[in-house]
């Protein structure tokens, strides 16, 4: 089944503590991306990834990283965690370029509930 | 840039009854345009998308939007809703040819019975 994996689907941590979270697709996308839920907000764009090796910030990038070593995954950290990072997280991909039909639609993932403490 | 703005954060309405959400964008460029769905503890699944040609783009579950450029709207409508179709509602943008997505800030369609 095409799919966007995301884990933890649920985390609490503390200010501080280092952590990932996971996502992997299985449709060789080239295209990867990190938004951030929040109420009254909508969904922000975090970071996003064209291609392997290759990183861009979106609209709401301090206090994250990413990296893309191979093209299927594209993990989000979080360095040093705080309580404005709470959110809910939802990773996408798609693949680049026009197609056929004029335009790529995301795949998201199911999102991951983080709270900071 | 691109912006959307979702006017209403909350619709309660009773089922059966009709329904429309309305979304207006705002771009100097041309937009593709979607509608997404959010039902609870669930990911986001695509109801529609406008890419060009007809302005009345129908989707799954029997949604529908019209694209309507002078206005910059792109409203979604259903003639009769379901229970099932509590869920949050996200309209987005993009610009034509690129991947990322601009969201508006999402609205709690609630169905009484």
Known sequence: EAQVTQNPRYLITVTGKKLTVTCSQNMNHEYMS?????????????????NVEVTDKGDVPEGYKVSRKEKRNFPLILESPS???????????????????????LTFGAGSRLTVL | AQSVTQLDSQVPVFEEAP?????????????????????PNQGLQLLLKYLSGSTLVKGI???????????????????????????????????????????GQGTRLTINP
């Open chain 1, 34 to 50: 990190w938004y951030r839920q929040d109420p009254g907000l909508g969904l922000r764009q975090i970071y996003y990834s064209m």
């Open chain 1, 83 to 105: 309580p404005n990072q709470t959110s809910l997280y939802f990773c996408a991909s798609s693949f680049r370029g026009r197609t056929v039909s004029g335009a790529n639609v």
């Open chain 2, 19 to 39: 329904v429309e959400l309305r979304c207006n964008y705002s771009s100097s460029v041309s937009v593709y345009l979607f509608w997404y769905v959010q039902y």
């Open chain 2, 61 to 103: 579950n029997g949604f529908e939007a019209e694209f309507n450029k002078s206005q910059t709207s792109f409203h979604l409508r259903k003639p009769s809703v379901h229970i099932s179709d509590t869920a949050e509602y996200f309209c987005a943008v993009s610009l034509q040819g690129a991947q990322k997505l601009v969201f």
